[in-house]
């Protein structure tokens, strides 16, 4: 079996880049869908099947620079960091949480894309003036409304994930005796591995939804802890709530993971070849 290359950092980075921007703006409804039914105000209100494009502005502006900053850092963690074989998943965790760093660049597009999604400032609203009112009422530090409970998401998420896929990747190797696998076949990995993370952490998912659509400003008035946040909607809502849109969050990280992972795959063994 051929030993695998490993991609530079701008070849990461493009991938990257492509591989973010094609899923976000392929499986859009779906987590606009998803958005809605975990709202606190209901699927219903909050636009229901309406307009499930609502803030896709927002991930064309941001898609592409969050998913290139986490797999080129992702990337040179992966090969940097001196732990292999049975250690290599440890390697893996480790590296995909460093690569969340990225949220400083994803959580801004987060919060204009659900308020855009629920309709929070008006339904003919765009998602370039709903950012000129989040600056404006909240300064920049609204823009990163959530960052904590998105971090809190991201990692355990990712943890789990590239862990399992790389796992998996690994595995289907060994079985079809070709390394690197195709696209297509990574896809399926990504799947399966993003579908299982995507299901266990929908709890935070609801957690980080609710925090980034609270439009209370936390320097006039209290707003409630995220321990305290999670024990409200357990105790009001029940455990049901805290699993909200499971469903299609698994759904479209299962098929987005596909996407995600395969597109990835695709591109930065393609821009290997050319070199």
């Known amino acids: 079996m051929a030993a695998e290359r490993k991609p530079t950092f701008f070849q990461s980075l493009a991938a990257g880049g492509l591989a973010g921007t094609a899923v ?5 409804p779906i987590d606009t869908v998803k958005t809605r039914l975990q709202s606190a105000q209901g699927f219903v209100k909050a636009g229901g099947f309406r307009g499930i494009y609502k803030g896709v502005g927002s991930v064309v502006v941001g898609s592409a620079p969050g998913a290139a900053a986490f797999f080129s850092t992702y990337e040179a963690m992966k090969h940097s960091l ?9 390697n893996h965790m480790l590296s995909a949480s460093v690569a969340e760093a990225a949220c400083l660049i994803r959580v ?7 308020r855009m999604q629920t309709s929070m400032y008006g339904a003919s609203t765009s998602s370039f003036t709903a950012a000129k ?7 920049v530090r609204g823009f990163y409304r959530g960052f904590l409970t998105t971090i809190m998401r ?3 998420f990712t943890s789990l994930q590239f862990p399992l896929y790389e796992l998996l990747k690994h595995r289907l190797s060994i079985y079809l005796h070709r390394k690197p696998l195709y696209a297509h076949e990574a896809a399926v990995c990504g799947s399966i591995a993003g579908g299982t993370a995507a299901a266990l952490t929908t709890p935070l998912d609801v957690l980080k939804t609710r925090v980034m ?6 320097s006039k008035q209290q707003v409630p802890s995220v321990s305290t946040r999670l024990r409200q909607i357990y105790m009001q809502e029940g455990v049901k709530a805290l699993f909200a849109g499971v469903i299609p969050r698994t759904m479209w990280i299962s098929a987005g993971g596909a996407v995600f992972l ?9 821009l290997m070849s050319d070199h």
């Open 24 to 28: 976000d703006l392929l499986f859009f």
């Open 133 to 139: 009112f989040v600056l404006q009422h909240d300064g």
């Open 262 to 270: 395969g597109v990835y795959e695709w591109a930065v063994h393609g």
């Open 108 to 114: 801004p597009t987060e919060v204009i894309k659900t």
């Open 154 to 156: 991201e990692i355990p």
């Open 213 to 218: 659509l609270d439009l209370r400003d936390p």
């Open 82 to 90: 001196p732990l292999h074989g049975q250690l290599a998943p440890v």
